[in-house]
């Protein structure tokens, strides 16, 4: 082997290992967007290595913005959900303040809103008990009224432990003494260092909620707001009305499990449409997604199965009957909620001795159906219509294009040809 072989070969083993070293960080970023020295170690010393690539792809494809200093890497990852499947999707994906904890409600996240608030502030080092007096203090804002919050009640100080626990969780606060579960059962407390660096980066909004606010005035919708904090500014040229085109698409691929083209707007459909082969090239080489690019909608699907919360097809008894439903969906049409009930407790005789013992309860079926279908929505992969006269005032489960994937066709078998 000549020297410029061996060169060309070794140079080429390390733009692969770089690659790699960039996918794994972007994936994991992806998932987390906060990693941090103490806890992610490997992949946070990737993220800071590769930082100065990760910042040029983000900001060439996403328009997202990568902070990055020596303890913390923050992907300050946003959009707003469009169309009726991702504003499902997004709805069936709340936050937990840890893996199997109740998801957050309306009052957890105005809580979570309130602590971060309150922590700017509040001094280098917070007790929990002080915090939660001054948020009982900001809940009494005009335009709070609606969510009460005294801490009387065990429940309230479990909220507010929730959205504690989600800001140590992303490095805001690093506990120092005492443990938050005395707080919610007896009265205990407990002490926090705040990490200014990284509270400064937990607002991941194209524009501050102070100017969205004057222009917006009292009174706003909720979604109008939302839609000011993340609207991209004017584009006077038309390389930059592609580029804003290319964000808005490319985060949609990123952030929702499928995107259909009737969900788009006239703009981004015609983009991804002309564009979607080099695009979603693009997004899998980053990532290590595949694309799926079908006549209704793009999918970007995860081999590994690790960018997300809510997978299919599971293992056990609840995975199982969602895919059977999916099945039957697929290969049916769209079916009200009494005849899944029906479905589920004809199954639960046939699969009896795979599933566990209490789905073959009276009744069971109808917490197992809306499992099932909660998790098809929440995969983007089916819908649920508002009860009306012609449903007999029960929702319809409408199976959506993606579904497809889902459905089995009867085996076919040839006879062999004798030669």
Not at 6 to 11: D, E, F, I, K
Not at 51 to 63: F, H, K, N, P, Q
Not at 260 to 279: M, N, P
């Amino acid at each position: 082997m000549t020297r410029p072989d061996l060169a060309s070969r070794v140079s080429g083993a390390v733009e692969e290992r770089d690659a790699e070293g960039r996918r794994r960080a972007l994936r994991a970023l992806l998932v987390r967007p906060v990693l941090q020295a103490q806890i992610d170690g490997e992949l946070f010393r990737l993220a800071r290595r590769h930082a100065d690539a990760l910042r040029a792809w983000l900001d060439r494809e996403t328009g997202w913005r990568l902070t990055v200093d020596s303890q913390t890497v923050r992907l300050q990852a946003s959009g707003v959900p469009q169309g009726p499947t991702a504003t499902a999707v997004a709805e069936r994906h709340p936050a937990r303040a840890r893996k199997g904890d109740p998801p957050f409600t309306r009052r957890r996240y105005v809580l979570l809103c309130l602590v971060l608030a309150t922590l700017e502030g509040a001094d280098p080092q917070v007790a929990l008990g002080r915090l939660a007096d001054d948020v009982v203090l900001a809940a009494r804002q005009p335009g709070l009224e609606s969510v009460e919050f005294t801490l009387t009640g065990r429940e309230e100080r479990a909220d507010l432990v929730a959205a504690i626990r989600l800001l140590v969780g992303y490095g805001v606060l690093v506990r120092v003494a005492g443990d938050e579960e005395s707080y919610v059962s007896s009265g205990g407390d407990a002490l926090y260092d705040v990490d200014r660096r990284v509270l400064s980066t937990m607002l991941a909004t194209a524009h501050s909620p102070a100017r969205v606010a004057g222009a917006l005035g009292p009174g706003a919708a909720i979604g109008a707001v939302e839609a000011a904090l993340h609207a991209p500014p004017p584009a006077y040229t038309e390389g930059e009305e592609n580029r804003q085109l290319r964000h808005a698409v490319s985060r949609r691929l990123l952030l929702d499990p499928v995107v259909y083209y009737d969900e788009l707007d006239e703009a981004e459909r015609t983009y991804l449409t002309h564009q979607r082969v080099g695009l979603t090239a693009r997004l899998a080489d980053a990532t290590g997604l595949v694309p799926e690019l079908r006549a209704e909608g793009v999918a970007l699907v995860d081999p590994d199965d690790q960018l997300t919360d809510v997978r299919m097809p599971e293992s056990g008894t609840d995975g199982h009957v969602t895919l059977l439903l999916a099945e039957h969906l697929a290969r049916t049409g769209p079916a009200d909620v009494p005849t899944l009930r029906r479905l589920v407790r004809r199954l639960a005789t046939e699969h009896g001795t795979y599933w566990r013992r209490t789905a073959q309860e009276p009744g069971a079926e109808g917490a197992l159906v809306h499992e099932a279908v909660d998790r098809l929505v929440a995969l983007g992969l089916a819908r649920v219509t508002s009860p009306d006269a012609t449903t007999g005032g029960e929702p319809l489960i409408v199976p959506l294009p993606a579904l497809g994937r889902f459905a089995v066709a009867p085996p076919t078998i040839r006879e062999r040809k004798n030669r």
